[in-house]
């Protein structure tokens, strides 16, 4: 049965603003699932399962799965499907909303994931494993190509902004195979790329993270303005709080964020803190 016919069934139409376009493609699904090794006893998080195309893969890698669909039609379709996918192997629920601990048992201490994530919640998903990093041993998300870039994106590109910086401190990221917009359905307007995000088991520097991602955000908040007027808008603090915050943390103030490193950041989250 075709997927716009299984769709149909299920009474979903499929939502260009959610950012919902199913993997229709059966060789990419193999290439994506084959592309990081699971082992049998290994524990995997499948988030937004949809109809099963990625599920029907990782079912035959592991025995130990867990889907999280926030969409109850699907976790009905996905428990007539599978019919190893049985008690709460299926959860009805927005990733956003929980705690990896309330979809896991506690002793599945360092678990894959694995989504094909809707556009309108890229930024949400990569923060949700980033928050939940210490039981990740990896994720492999398929995402809006250009997104998947920004979030691996080097100091001094376009597309560096506070995600990327974000992800540096917290985590290795690596690019995989690219798909056009054909293999999906609806069809994309635009390719999707395989990241792969490993957590580290402590962040690369030592910072509060509140006030580090806080700064970053300040910081990028208006791309276009040096770091001095950006930080001053974004930070809600005097201008000449803020112009001692980086002559604190030695950077020329006629900056802009996308120049800065990961070190700089942290220095400059560090003398936020310190004023705060």
Request: proline letters at 4%; one cysteine or more; aromatic letters at 6%.
């Amino acid at each position: 049965m075709s997927i716009k016919q299984t769709l149909s069934d299920l009474g979903v139409r499929p939502s260009k603003g959610r950012g919902q376009n199913f993997l229709l493609n059966l060789s990419i699904a193999d290439q994506i699932v084959d592309s990081f090794h699971v082992a049998r006893d290994e524990p995997v998080l499948e988030i937004g399962p949809g109809l099963g195309v990625l599920t029907q893969r990782l079912i035959r890698k592991t025995s130990l799965l867990r889907a999280v669909e926030v969409e109850e039609s699907f976790c009905d379709h996905l428990r007539r499907t599978f019919p190893e996918l049985s008690g709460d192997s299926v959860v009805n629920a927005d990733i956003r909303e929980v705690a990896l601990s309330e979809v896991v048992p506690e002793n599945w201490c360092r678990v894959k994931i694995v989504s094909n994530v809707p556009y309108s919640i890229s930024s949400s998903v990569v923060l949700w494993v980033l928050a939940q990093g210490e039981r990740v041993s990896s994720a492999h998300l398929l995402l809006q190509e250009e997104f998947a870039h920004r979030v691996c994106s080097d100091p001094g590109t376009k597309s560096y902004g506070s995600l990327s910086v974000y992800c540096r401190l917290l985590a290795d990221t690596q690019l995989g195979i690219s798909i056009d917009g054909n293999s999906f359905y609806p069809k994309a307007n635009v390719s999707s790329s395989l990241l792969t995000i490993r957590p580290l088991a402590k962040p690369r520097l030592d910072v509060d993270l509140e006030i580090f991602e806080r700064t970053t955000r300040a910081a990028f908040s208006t791309r276009r303005k040096t770091l001095l007027n950006s930080l001053a808008n974004g930070l809600g603090l005097e201008r000449s709080d803020i112009q001692s915050i980086i002559q604190d943390a030695g950077i020329d103030p006629l900056r802009r964020a996308e120049t800065l490193s990961l070190e700089e950041f942290a220095e400059l989250s560090r003398c936020v803190g310190a004023r705060s």
